[in-house]
Nanobody, 127 residues
Framework: QVQLVESGGGLVQAGGSLRLSCDAS????????MGWFRQAPGKEREFIAS????????RYADSAKGRFTISRDNAKNTVYLQMNSLKSEDTAVYYC????????????????????WGQGIQVTISS
């Protein structure tokens, strides 16, 4: 079992930056692919970014490319999402997710690919 806890959310002005963190419990974190999703009010949860167990492969939604960066520190059991040039449309609840695959070379993008989810954290961008 893996427990995921997000932090780093909050209120920021448009054009600003935030770094989200996701702390994972369990000794197997370093084997898992990780991802970030978000859900805005009245919308479906959508993929933002994912990263393989070793950090060598990352994938991004078009809305995140060039502005967001996913990274991980396996020694700290933590995955990050650095968000720059934030826009009002980035306002959402952001979720961390883990895929319980053992050292896969594939960075997943589908909601159904992930096995564990955090509780989510609010990110609000003021214009």
């Amino acid at each position: 079992q893996v427990q995921l806890v997000e932090s780093g959310g909050g209120l920021v002005q448009a054009g600003g930056s935030l770094r989200l963190s996701c702390d994972a419990s369990g000794r197997t974190f370093s084997n898992y692919a990780m991802g970030w999703f978000r859900q805005a009010p009245g919308k479906e949860r959508e993929f933002i970014a994912s990263i393989t167990w070793n950090g060598l492969t990352t994938r991004y939604a078009d809305s995140a490319k060039g502005r967001f960066t996913i990274s991980r520190d396996n020694a700290k059991n933590t995955v990050y999402l650095q968000m720059n040039s934030l826009k009002s449309e980035d306002t959402a609840v952001y979720y961390c997710a883990a895929k319980a695959s053992i050292r896969s070379a594939y960075a997943p993008v589908d909601l159904s690919d992930f096995d564990y989810w955090g509780q989510g954290i609010q990110v609000t961008i003021s214009s």
